[in-house]
T-cell receptor
Framework: AQRVTQPEKLLSVFKGAPVELKCNYS??????LFWYVQYSRQRLQLLLR??SRESIKGFTADLNKGETSFHLKKPFAQEEDSAMYYC???????????FGTGTSLTVIP | KAGVTQTPRYLIKTRGQQVTLSCSPI?????VSWYQQTPGQGLQFLFE???????NKGNFPGRFSGRQFSNSRSEMNVSTLELGDSALYLC?????????????FGPGTRLTVT
């Protein structure tokens, strides 16, 4: 069965410290992995996708098929990174997304 | 370009009633997906429509249904409401189905069932 697990509901880090938000998945096939972010009072929006292999706002995520993980990392956290982060996967066929339950990140000044 | 709009933004209904939620996608977007968001379950996929056809459906009972019109606007209907249907219902639109197209989310409709 398809499943996305984000083990941390809450995560607090100090400004300037590295941050890693964990995401593990199970999927029978080759999934596409995404990170979505929701800032306070804003809509859910795409942060990055693994197929793009790009860094957005200093965040990167590497797909590790062996460990079935797609952790989100940033070397130096900023206060504006405080938000809710969702890991999601989709199969190759279409827009049926499976979301994790989210991690609320707080960056302490 | 205007974003995805959802109406109404807030709704209070009683158990047993039915409700219809509306989603207007970004102009030019033809794919619309619906999600239910609750504190315990997070975001769960309901269904996806493209060109007035349901392409994918999540694991929800038949009380949840939807449709898409020729102008790509979509509605979802929940019949015989239960307390557990209280949630934020999110709509997302994209140019077309497929992973090459980014989904843009609406603000959601907050449904409370009493």
């Amino acid at each position: 069965a398809q499943r996305v697990t984000q083990p941390e509901k809450l995560l607090s880090v100090f400004k300037g410290a590295p941050v890693e938000l964990k995401c593990n998945y199970s999927y029978s096939g080759s999934p596409e992995l995404f990170w979505y972010v929701q800032y306070s009072r804003q809509r859910l929006q795409l942060l990055l996708r693994h197929i793009s292999r790009e860094s957005i706002k200093g965040f990167t995520a590497d797909l590790n098929k062996g460990e079935t993980s797609f952790h989100l990392k940033k070397p130096f956290a900023q206060e504006e990174d405080s938000a809710m982060y969702y890991c999601a996967l989709s199969g190759q066929a279409g827009n049926q997304f499976y979301f994790g339950t989210g991690t609320s990140l707080t960056v302490i000044p | 370009k205007a974003g995805v709009t959802q109406t109404p933004r807030y709704l209070i209904k009683t158990r047993g009633q039915q409700v219809t939620l509306s989603c207007s996608p970004i102009s030019g977007h033809r794919s619309v997906s619906w999600y239910q968001q609750t504190p315990g379950q997070g975001l769960q996929f309901l269904f996806e429509y493209f060109s007035e056809t349901q392409r994918n459906k999540g694991n929800f009972p038949g009380r949840f249904s939807g449709r898409q019109f020729s102008n790509s606007r979509s509605e979802m209907n929940v019949s015989t409401l239960e307390l557990g249907d209280s949630a934020l219902y999110l709509c997302a639109s994209s140019l077309a189905p497929g992973l090459g197209y980014e989904q843009y989310f609406g603000p959601g409709t907050r449904l409370t069932v009493t």
